[in-house]
């Protein structure tokens, strides 16, 4: 089911065609690129340990959503295309920095269909790789100041302050939970550090800093940022879900990963809060193992009957339903605020997406 | 020696006392302490495992020297303390950073005589502590806007961004050496590693931050990059020294952990060039074996034998004189454009303690 569908509720945007979508997303990808490679000297000795290793998980099959979405929201609210490419660029680079710090913490095997950069690597070379993209991602932020002029530019690297530090901030929440075998936590607090880890520096940065660029007023922003937040969180367990029933062969990362590295999902804590006692200790047991390198075991297979028998993930389907449905409504009041264009077409289909993506 | 004792070529400047000095230091990492917590929230539930922890290294019997030579700098070419505490907070925060993502990577066990952070809290909690007071670091750099008008608080970020993307370079130039298990390094390729991963972040960074927010024209500038470059240089060869040299009660890292962790140092780089071709693959083979965790071995007892041997230590004590003379001789030079202060005097002897200090 989609979430702005015109099958529910009749929107008044018609979202992007599929087709069209990826080639939206193709383009945004290839300028990013473009801007990224711009900021990096092009004869270093440093390339092959530094630079080269900051495209390596840009340029794996990724969707670039992060640009995708700056770009789309500045245009649709009339900004422009060369003034928001800096900051798309700056995005980028935070993400996969961020992708690159995660893996490590995680001792995540696999990205984007290929071994994580630690282990291609080792763990000193990409801690630095992704200090050295946080570094880099200040250069575009500070042209943004020629190119946008102060009001602006110190307006998008407080976004940026504001998100690198709900980013440590959601990810701290995590690993407290991890560290104290933590697990009768209840959805708000599941909701609370998706807000923190994923909203912010997924869907709330890219989207303020593209009406910002667009010059956007205190209400559309305001419109914007409850729309964002809402899409992370629908995003985000769809992306927990999508770790349970992915087709293995069309799946980029570790399929059941999150069980077997201990992850505090909606689903998982709804399978814990729904089992008996007897069940419960089994899967903290199983949980707590966090072994991501081990072999499909049997144990990780009972822990996903226990999460089929008790509907979790029909449970964690129904929650996501409910924050797209209140994203739909904030991109419609969004759409008030602008004139029909291609740049809104797509944030419909983008945000459409986000919630019922396949992969 | 001294590098800039009256003994030696009568300065005009004469250097604060040693009492003196330190009474400046505590005051300076008092301050910067305080304006850290300051950018903190007070309650917040992220508290034990975010905050808490980014005051672990800073709470260590530190020096706070990078405050200290930016606060002396500033004020001797006649900067206030109010305008540049708030940079202060951002390099100590950069710093300690830079240390728990550096110990991560060398595999460290000890930092300022106690575990280092990975150790007692795990490497994903380290990692996510220094990527957050990366982006706390972003916020007293953004307040000196308002601070400091546009301008300089530009020149500032633009020093910083700088500063973080020589860090990582430096960090990239040791690790690709340390990955290709190369030791046919002469002493440049050591003093441009030294520049980047050291002299930025610790003198060149600061002392320029300091000028920067007295009102410093370009010439003071390029006398005071100039002197903070040769400074680095001679305090990182004092570091290799005392890595080998140190009282082990007094001394808070690991003991010989250069040679343990297979550091590329001007020490054993001239030792290893000084040896005979079988010594010389013996030593590579010890130093390649990279075991920081292990009791000190009779293979360390003989690198250390042939360090002696060939006068490694004598050697780069000489180098690190050669960059104490350039020093000297800048100093000098920024004299002429200060009158004199008790900063002055400060920062006379803060030179002299980068490159004589006994821990």
């Known amino acids: ?27 945004c990808r290839e300028m ?7 900021l990096m000297p092009t004869a270093s000795r440093y390339r092959p340990i530094l630079y080269d290793l900051m495209l ?42 961020f992708l690159i710090h995660d893996d490590v913490e995680d001792g ?35 042209a943004n100041l020629r190119v946008l002029g102060l009001g602006k530019a110190l307006r998008i690297l407080q976004v940026v302050s504001r998100m690198a530090r709900a980013s440590a901030e959601g990810q701290a929440m995590e690993l407290s939970w991890m560290r104290a075998g933590q697990w009768d936590l209840a959805d708000p607090d599941y909701l ?33 940022r409850k729309l964002a937040a809402c899409l992370g969180i629908a995003f985000q367990i769809r992306d927990d879900v999508l770790n349970l029933v992915s087709d293995p062969a069309r799946y980029g990362k570790d399929l059941e990963g999150d069980l077997r590295e201990g992850k505090r999902t909606l689903i998982v804590l709804h399978a814990m809060r729904t089992a008996g006692a007897s069940d419960r200790r089994r899967a903290a047991r199983i949980l707590e193992r966090r072994s991501p390198g081990r072999a499909h075991s049997a144990s990780v297979r009972w ?13 964690a389907e129904r929650v996501a339903e409910a924050w797209a449905t209140r994203a739909r409504r904030h991109l419609e009041a969004l759409a008030t605020h602008t004139t029909p264009s291609v740049h809104l077409r797509t944030l419909v289909r983008l945000a459409d997406f986000a919630v019922c993506r396949e992969h």
Chains 1, 2 share one sequence.
């Not at 984007?112 to 050295?132: Q, S």
Request: one cysteine or more.
């Open 108 to 142: 995540s095997l696999r990205r984007r269909d290929r071994p994580t950069l630690h282990r291609l690597h080792g763990v000193p070379i990409a801690v630095n790789v992704g200090d050295a993209m946080l570094a880099l991602a200040l250069e575009p932020l500070l």
């Open 192 to 224: 609370r550090m998706v807000y923190k880890k994923t909203s912010w520096y997924t869907f709330v940065a890219p989207m303020l800093i593209g009406s910002i660029v667009a010059g956007a007023g205190d209400e559309t922003l305001a419109v914007v």
């Open 1 to 27: 089911m989609t979430a702005v569908s015109p099958a529910h509720d009749q929107p008044s945007i018609e979202p992007l065609a599929t087709t069209e979508l990826f080639a939206y997303l193709a383009e």
């Open 32 to 38: 990013v690129l473009g801007e990224i490679r711009a």
């Open 303 to 315: 822990l996903r009957r226990l999460i089929d028998d008790a509907g979790s993930i029909r449970h």
């Open 56 to 97: 390596e998980y840009p340029l794996r099959s990724a969707k670039a959503l992060r640009p995708a979405l700056c770009i789309a929201v500045c245009r649709a609210l009339g900004g422009s295309l060369e003034g928001v490419l800096p900051s798309t660029a700056a995005l980028e680079l935070y993400h996969n920095a």
